[in-house]
């Protein structure tokens, strides 16, 4: 069975590093079940503006709860003294106060996606970063789902020969009610495309292997919380996209997303498609990626599983640990992050590009964001 590999060093498995975790509404309470699954882990502090959320804080630690601080406000926390690094799982529109925050000390950091909501504050964190000794790591976990990470391997591999085409597709369920609903208004989350999807132009970006140029976007919110209303004012998040990106090395890739598809056997379908073959691989799946050759027009599986050193398999088939692993274990043996502010800067410019594009109803070039 091939699994993605969670191995530590010897090293970075020895030494117990303090964490403490900022934002516990849904994906930070999964944080510190992912924390709590790491023998090499003390959780010594967490916090959150708001008192339900540190009451889940609270039951999701249990009998551990009472051997932790908790405060009302990030920088409570930064000055306590309590923590080897960090994990910031707030709301997305706070990623870059809580990272100027953070970047004003030499603490390491994982922030959740997106990095930030646009792609100024990301370019802003981007430069602040190569002034910063500290590690930050941007919680792009799909990477490390493991029929991802075996695709991912199996490009890199040449099994399909040249890449030349990469299409996603999620249907799935509408977004989940977030703590003061801040999850129904673009301007909080950066737009769906950047919110949800900057996974899924992560995963492009790596498989890829190139600069993304140009993106083209068709999408809109025709199901999902059209009669929902918060203080006056309708919700404004789209719930179903095509985007098309086409790579400098001459590679397109397309996001086939809708959120009113509950009724799916997958709900996330890649494939990459090169001169020679065809990969395929599902979320959730039943074990296996599938691969096609061109030559001999045959199919095969390859067996793929969670490994079974994953403590705590969760929200996302135990991809979240993974990443959580991964980042203390660069935490304890001083190493740099699998995951940069840069891949956070890239995953976040092509979901921008795509609400651009849609707004405007034009291709985008990524230069027009001054980056290259």
Known sequence: MVAANI???????????????????????????????????????????????????????????????????????????????????????????????????????????????????????????????????????????????????????????????????????????????????????GGTLVEKCCHFFDLMNLVVGSRPIRVMASGGQDVNHLDEMYNGESSDILDNAYVIVEYANGVRAMLDLSMFAEGSRHEQEISAVGSTGKIEAFIPGDGHIIIGERSTRTVREVTVGIDPDVAHVGFHFGASFIECKRFIDAVASDSPPEVTVEDGLWSVVIGAAAHRSIDEGRVVEISEYGIS
């Open 7 to 189: 191995c530590p060093s010897n090293v970075a498995h020895m030494k117990q590093v303090r964490v403490g975790v900022i934002g516990t509404g849904m994906m930070g309470c999964e944080h510190l079940k992912n924390l709590m699954g790491l023998p090499n882990v003390l959780i010594t502090a967490v916090s959150d503006t708001n008192n339900e959320s540190l009451k889940w804080a609270r039951h999701t630690l249990g009998d551990a709860a009472d051997a932790v601080m908790y405060f009302t406000h990030h920088l409570e926390l930064l000055q306590s003294g309590l923590v080897d690094a960090v994990l910031v799982a707030s709301p997305n529109f706070t990623h870059k106060a809580v990272l100027d925050d953070i970047f004003a000390t030499d603490i390491p950091v994982l922030v959740e996606k997106p990095m930030c909501t646009t792609v100024e504050d990301c370019i802003a964190i981007v430069n602040a970063q190569k002034n910063r000794d500290a590690l930050t790591w941007v919680g792009l976990e799909y990477r490390y789902m493991a029929p991802i990470a075996e695709l991912i391997r199996q490009v890199r591999q040449g099994v399909v020969g040249d890449l030349k085409m990469l299409a996603i597709r999620e249907h799935r369920f509408p977004f989940l009610v977030k703590v003061d609903n801040w999850n129904r208004f673009s301007r909080n989350t």
